[in-house]
């Protein structure tokens, strides 16, 4: 299985929302950040992006442990979010690393855990997804695929340790900035909307190389994680 041997240290990451109902469009937005701060991580929304105001026409009220009300940082944040991850003192913490293709001994921060997680819970409709626009290599980073479910089907899934490539479409209608996942010369979707602008710098100036990580079902549907290998030329 491929695994994550250089661990990249964020220094920022995006809580991005999207609509929990079956009916609702799936557009991921960003609406806030957490971001270093000294020694520990502060969180703040981002009011002024489109985005955010996409997201509040859409539905959005607000993070359930920061008011929306507030226009100051909320200090100390790091703790709100590690709730969201299992203890990691659950016997079955490795494992659940090894969704995420991180080891058993992993070393990296909090910040870095979550950005690696996701801290994804089946109770609402958060994730937290790293700012990689600042990067440096050797860096190995998990991605999962956009939009696979439309691009796959259950007859016809990578395995893991397949190689995958990654290819930019400037003329996208809906991304200027989207970058498709190709397997075997076909295209099983793409890298979030919401890392794509970070990720750009990344893939055009270093060699990466990407594997499929895994692929299973999540809610019914078609979940593809690619690992991102990323180093110097």
């Excluded at 440096?136 to 893991?160: F, K, T």
């Excluded at 190689?163 to 970058?179: Q, S």
């Excluded at 010369?185 to 270093?206: E, F, H, N, R």
């Excluded at 999540?218 to 593809?224: M, S």
Aim: hydrophobic share 35%; with cysteine; proline share 5%.
């Amino acid at each position: 299985m491929p695994i994550v041997n250089h661990i990249f240290e964020p220094k920022r990451l995006y809580l991005v929302w999207h609509h929990s109902g079956d009916n609702s469009p799936r557009h991921r937005r960003i609406v806030g950040e957490l971001y270093r701060d000294g020694e520990s991580a502060s969180f703040r929304y981002l009011k002024q992006s489109d985005d955010y105001r996409l997201a509040v026409e859409e539905g959005f009220i607000g993070f359930p442990a920061f008011t929306v009300h507030s226009n100051e940082p909320f200090k100390n944040a790091i703790d709100v979010f590690s709730k969201r991850l299992p203890p990691q003192k659950r016997a079955d913490f490795g494992k659940y690393l090894s969704q995420y293709g991180l080891p058993d001994n992993f070393e990296g921060t909090t910040l870095a855990l979550l950005g690696y997680t996701g801290a994804r819970l089946a109770s609402d409709s958060f994730e937290l997804c790293a700012d990689y626009s600042d990067m440096e290599a050797p860096a190995d980073l998990v991605l999962e695929v956009a939009g696979a479910q439309y691009y796959l089907s259950l007859n016809s899934l990578p395995v893991e340790g397949d190689r995958v490539d990654f290819k930019f479409e400037p003329h996208n209608v809906h991304d200027c900035n989207a970058i498709a996942i190709i397997w075997q010369d076909t295209k099983i979707g793409y890298i979030s909307k919401s890392v794509a602008p970070g990720l750009s710098t990344t893939i055009k100036t270093m060699q990466v190389n990407g594997f499929i990580l895994k692929t299973s079902l999540r809610q019914e549907r078609i979940q593809v994680m690619v690992l991102a290998e990323c180093r110097k030329i």
